[in-house]
């Protein structure tokens, strides 16, 4: 399976932005779906996952703010940020694991100017 972000871009401290990753195949069996990102010069971090029965989790810092969700008739999980802060300024990626395997996607850039 192949997973594609979208969505990234710039966007005023106090806006929104909603991401969406969209998948090559069905996602009715995946485990799992998440969103990480990556500050420049940090490690990659957890930002939000949801379950295949629709659990959800957050980091700390997306609490509040950001929200995910999936439409498995798309094949598709979102992550809908607001109140973007400049240290937001990330590359976000979304991730799957089913079965055994763990599928990355490429990432999209996330700037939030202040």
């Known amino acids: 399976v192949q997973l594609q972000a979208s969505g990234g871009g710039l966007v005023q401290a106090g806006g929104s932005r909603r991401l969406s990753c969209a998948a090559s195949r069905s996602i009715d069996n995946f485990r799992d779906m998440g969103w990480y990102r990556q500050i420049l010069g940090k490690q990659r971090e957890l930002v939000a996952t949801?379950?295949?029965?629709?659990?959800?989790d957050y980091a700390a810092f997306a609490k509040g703010r950001f929200t995910i969700s999936r439409d498995n008739a798309k094949s598709t999980i979102y992550l809908q940020m607001d109140s973007l802060k400049p240290e937001d300024t990330a590359v976000y990626y979304c991730?799957?694991?089913?079965?055994?395997?763990?599928?990355w996607g490429q990432g999209t850039q996330v700037t939030v100017s202040s």
């Open positions: 991730n799957a694991n089913y079965l055994f395997t763990t599928v």
């Open positions: 949801i379950m295949n029965g629709g659990a959800t």
